[in-house]
Nanobody, 125 residues
Framework: QVQLVESGGGLVQAGGSLTLSCGAS????????MGWFRQAPGKEREFVAT????????YYADSVKGRFTISRDNAKNTVYLQMNSLKPEDTAVYYC??????????????????WGQGTQVTVSS
């Protein structure tokens, strides 16, 4: 059974930093591309970042480029999202997701088969 468990969310002031973690089990972790998505109240789920199975390819939404960094530790079956210079508009529930790596990155949530339960990030102004 595939399981993705996010942690690290919380309340932070604007300009602050948080690091989200997502632990995976039930699949060969290094064979999966991992993604982070977020969903704010009343809004659709949106792509944040993705990383290839080996960790050598990353891709970011324009809204977070230069502020967020996605990384992974395949020995620990964990993917991370380092978030710096946080803004109130970053407030959302953040989800990690997994898809089989096919050599291409994807920002489409429909392409990700496995999802975590989400972790709340709140940025106060």
């Amino acid at each position: 059974q595939v399981q993705l468990v996010e942690s690290g969310g919380g309340l932070v002031q604007a300009g602050g930093s948080l690091t989200l973690s997502c632990g995976a089990s039930g699949r060969t972790f290094s064979s999966d591309a991992m993604g982070w998505f977020r969903q704010a109240p009343g809004k659709e789920r949106e792509f944040v970042a993705t990383i290839s199975g080996s960790g050598t390819i990353t891709y970011y939404a324009d809204s977070v480029k230069g502020r967020f960094t996605i990384s992974r530790d395949n020995a620990k079956n964990t993917v991370y999202l380092q978030m710096n210079s946080l803004k109130p508009e970053d407030t959302a529930v953040y989800y990690c997701a997994a898809r089989s790596w096919d050599g291409s990155t994807s920002r489409r949530y429909e392409d990700y088969r496995y999802w975590g339960q989400g972790t709340q990030v709140t940025v106060s102004s």
